[in-house]
Structures are given as C-alpha cells and as structure tokens.
C-alpha cells in the first residue's frame, strides 16, 4: 500500500515538473515573439558606420574591423534641441570628468613682457654737408663719440665761393654807405637790396651769425668759416679729415641727441588687437641694475616681418645722463589698454575645427547644445567671446572633446534622416 502511495507521488511531481517546463517554456517563447514583434515595428531607417557616421548602408553591415554598423531608427534624437544635442547620463558625466564654468562679465588686461633693443632716435639725428665746395683748413672734433653742445665748432674750411660772397657783401655795405644820403630814393633802394640779397646768400651758404656780424662790424673778410654743431649729442661719425676737398654731397659729421632713446620691440601676431599707441611702458637694463625706466609707446608699424611673423613696435624713452646706449638690449614691460566688460569663458572651453570655433552649453543635467561662437582677444586663460553665449551659461570646460565626437555623429545622423525623408 505505502510503495503505491509513494509512486503515485513521485508520478505527480514528474507531471507538475512537465507543466511547468512546459509553461515557462510557453512564456519564454511568448516573450521572444512579443519583442521580436517590436523589433519588427521599429525598424531602422539605415546603418552607419561606428567609425565615420558619413558611410551609411541600408542592410546590416561591417566595417574592415569587423565592427557592426549601428542602426539608425527613426525616433533617435527627435525633440526640439538642436541638432547636435547630446545626452548623457549622471554616472558617464561624473565617469568622463565632464566639468563646467559659468560665462561671466569682466575686464580682462594684458601685460606684455618681452626683450627690446634701444636705438638712436631718428628724429634727432643730424647729418652735416657743406653747402658749396672746399677744403677742410682744421678739424675741432676729430673723434667719433666726442660729446659735443648746441654751436659747438666743429671745424673750418676755406671755399673761394664763400671768400667772393663775403667780399660782394663788403662792398654792398659799402656802397649802401655813400649811397643812404643820395636824393635819388630808388637809388637808396637799390643799395639796401643789395645789402640784403648778399645778406641772404651768406645765411644760405650756412655762414653762422656770429660771423657775420663780425663781418658787418669789421668789414674784413675771413678767409676760414666755421661749421657748427646743430644740437647737443654725440659725434657718431666724422666724414672729412684736415687738408680734405669736400663737396656738398660730403657727410661730414652724423650727431645723435641722445636726451631721448627708441626702444624697439618685436610683437606677435595675436599680441596686436592688445596694443595700442599711448601705452605706457617701463625698461631695465643689465648695466643698470636695479634702475627702471618709464616711456609710452609711440608707434606701431604697419607690416609685418617677412620671416618672424612678428610685427616691430617702437617706444620713446628718456635718457637722462645719457645712461641708456644704442644697441643695448633692454628687457621690456607693456601695460596695455583694458576691455571693460567683456563676456568671457576659459580658454580651454573652446572647441576649435579650423572652419569655426564652438563651445557646449549645459542646458540641464546631461544635456549639452553645442553653440557657434565669435571669439575676440584672449589673455591670461580666458578668451572673449563676442556671439554666441551670454553671461550666465553654464560652459563645459572638459570632456568637451568627447562630447563634441558624439554631437557630431548626432548632428550627422539628423541629416542623413532629413535627406531620407526629403
């Protein structure tokens, strides 16, 4: 009795195994049937290539890597953002460093800092020639570097043009001085324009006037005149030796006033939109440690260096006791002009591809829009921006490379879709 009783059990749990094997297999393959079923539904549109979403297939496909081509379906990413949009989940944002600053309104400066060469002052250097022809009777200064004062002389020369101007102007003199009591008034007149035509061709000829008062005074002609210094410098240069016939196209001295120093710098490109004429600038030099300076920019030029790419600034400084020398080199500090008021971002955040320059917005939490911008002058980490953003978003500053490789994959899908639907 008890062994049927114990068959008949076992018989019913073999049985109820069987339904249930049965059963979970019937739901198994129910469930199978309903997601194939969806599948079928949603059908996609077409594959793109995981690589270059620019290749697309209508068929499931590979790669040359073996990697399956990802289907496209009609839904993916239609919403109202923009194209390029891309969402990203919490823990891949906090997984890919994805990181944020806000665009703010600021006044950046900039300060240059760089290596200058001092140089002559053009505007102060003074070339002498004669004005007629001659011989150098005796040299003054006959070194290069003599330091020399406003009328120093310099040296004299004989020139037969200037011993016969002196001697018409004598005569003239002398003639003016029998003829000023004549009754005859255009006699008189004619005597006086005499005096002062050979008056003015002595000026002309550069006779100074110390001597030619003491020609008006002695009536003795000099066989020698004088050249004078025309400002307080330095000799740079001597072109005539005693005893030497000189023309006029002889230099015979270069001076160079050195009360005032250029100072010349070579800038780069990006460095230009910062500077601007009337910015103040301070030097030191090795020679001078612990002296400082301070001059203003005066003029930039208008061209770039054909091998450098940089573009040559010059400034003006003082030179008192002549302490800064020509060529020396001198290290250089430009406090340039502030932007007030600009809206800027972290240099980093900009993601630039050549043809534009673009940044990600943070719309909400996961959900970046990448956004065209233009892009002014930038300094010390940040970047100006001019379009495009407003003070206030909220900029990925990193990560944003990713993003940027997902937003256009999106970007490219969207319009592989429109060009199907057109």
């Known amino acids: 009795m008890n062994n049927k009783i114990i068959i008949l059990l076992i018989v019913a749990v073999l049985a109820g195994g069987a339904g249930g094997y049965w059963l979970a297999n019937s739901s198994s393959d129910s469930a199978k049937t309903s997601s194939t079923a969806a599948q079928t539904e949603r059908k996609p ?40 949009t891309v969402r990203i989940d919490p823990v891949t944002v906090q997984n890919i ?23 002559y002052n053009e505007k102060r250097i003074y070339e002498l020639h004669p004005k007629t022809d001659g011989w150098v009777e005796q040299l003054f200064i006959d070194t290069t570097g003599a330091a020399v004062k406003q009328n120093t002389i310099l040296l004299s020369f004989y020139s037969p043009q200037l011993v016969s101007t002196q001697q018409e102007y004598v005569l003239a003199l002398k003639n003016l001085e ?40 002695t009536l003795e002609v000099k066989k020698n005149l004088h050249i004078h210094s025309p400002a307080k410098g330095i000799v740079t240069s001597i072109g005539a030796r005693q005893g030497q016939y000189i023309t ?29 004429v009337g910015d103040k600038a301070t030097i030191d030099v ?9 001059g203003v920019l005066n003029y930039i030029y208008p061209y770039a260096e054909s091998k450098t790419r940089t ?10 006791g002549g302490l800064l020398k020509p060529n020396m080199f001198a290290n250089v500090v430009i406090e340039t002009s502030a932007l007030p008021d600009a809206i800027v971002i972290p240099s980093e955040a900009i993601v630039r591809s050549g043809a534009r320059e673009q940044v990600f917005v943070q719309r909400a ?3 970046f829009e990448p956004r065209d911008v233009t892009i002014g002058i930038s300094s010390e980490g940040w ?18 490379f990713l993003i940027d490789s997902e937003s256009k994959l999106r970007e490219a899908a969207a319009k592989m879709r429109e060009t199907r639907n057109d």
Do not use: C
């Open 45 to 84: 549109l077409f594959y793109r290539n995981p690589m270059n979403p620019e290749i697309t297939s209508p068929v499931p496909a590979q790669d040359q890597m073996g990697m399956d081509y990802i289907p496209v379906y009609a839904d993916d990413g239609q919403d109202s953002a923009p194209a390029g």
């Open 97 to 119: 460093g994805v990181r944020t600053a806000l665009a703010e309104r600021r006044s950046m400066s900039h300060v240059i800092q760089t290596v200058g060469r001092i140089g």
């Open 178 to 217: 029998v003829l000023q009591a004549s009754g005859f008034e255009d006699v008189r007149r004619g005597a006086e324009e005499l005096v002062a035509t050979t008056l003015e061709r002595l000026r002309l000829l550069d006779v100074p006037e110390h001597q030619i008062r003491n020609l008006t005074e």
């Open 248 to 276: 006029p196209q002889t230099k015979l001295y270069t001076i160079a006033d050195l009360s005032k120093v250029w100072v010349y710098i070579d800038i780069y490109e990006d460095e230009l939109p910062w500077v601007a």
């Open 286 to 294: 090795a020679a001078l440690p612990g002296q400082r300076f301070e």
């Open 311 to 320: 573009i040559k600034v010059r400034m003006v400084f003082d030179n008192p």
């Open 365 to 367: 939490p996961g959900k």
């Open 383 to 400: 970047t100006e921006v001019k379009s495009g953003i407003e003070a206030g978003d909220k900029i990925v500053i990193s990560a944003q």
